[in-house]
DNA sequence: AAATAGTCTAGAATGATTCTAGACTATTGA
DNA sequence: TCAATAGTCTAGAATCATTCTAGACTATTT
């Protein structure tokens, strides 16, 4: 579980994305991508830093995050207005949307599929397709 | 294109959702179905309101636009982080998204099929399926 | 028309996110 | 090795969308 060089794969990784390895960056990436698969919020992943002694401020924790998803490691998902989860699972594949608890979850990209999709509007190209299947229990409605 | 009985067909859509026909929604409900189907956001709605000429609010738009999609005479649509869209059309369709200018558009909802949709978890159901499919111009990019 | 229940409003409050300006740090190259 | 530089970090202020508040107003009921 624990990686051989765990800092010499992550200062890689940031190299290769064009951003200095500095102390809060390593610290930020490991918290995220040691967990497996994950969808954190900012506020969520600054109060996992805290909690593990590293001091960050939220606006690094922000720019950290939205750099991270301009380099490719991260995905930005937008389910409700004024919240942005991030997860680290890049490849291709969908979620579940709690609507109770606002939670997310993976729904693997060869599970569900989507066909039939027109051609996108001449002069643009498709840079993704999300699909939000929002669910909901039915006692808390 | 204008309606016979223009407010009496308005009023009846308010009681039906239980909501009392007031001057206030009854011109924000004509502003927004009169032109199709729409996707406007709070702010948008607002400065239409106040350019024709009618004393609204912001609060009361966002009331009201919270009421309608409660009534289910809207659906919100979240894209971006931090901005929700309201959509006049609560069919069954789906949306292609304009990364670069933000605007939504209908994607008809006979022309897109998911499948191989897994079982919701445990103790949930399915509320709603969205699919976004963002596109770029390859210009401004 | 009076009583009531519901609605509207301006402005304050909230919550998420971004900006700012100065202090700090990694990298470069002599 | 060490200064120069370019990039990064921080606390706090600022911004933006949205919701709340409390009092004034209005539709409905009696």
Known sequence: MIPARPYAF???RLRKAGLRPTRQRLALLRLMFDGGDRHVTAEQLHAEALAAKLRVSLATVYNTLNQFTAAGLLREVV???GRSYFDTNTSDHHHFFFEASGRLQDIPGADLKVSDL???PAGTTVSRVD???RVKSPDNN
Chains 1, 2 share one sequence.
Do not use: L, Q, W, Y
């Open 10 to 12: 992550a200062i890689d």
């Open 131 to 133: 699909v939000i299947v």
């Open 79 to 81: 389910v409700e207005a």
């Open 118 to 120: 027109p051609p996108p």
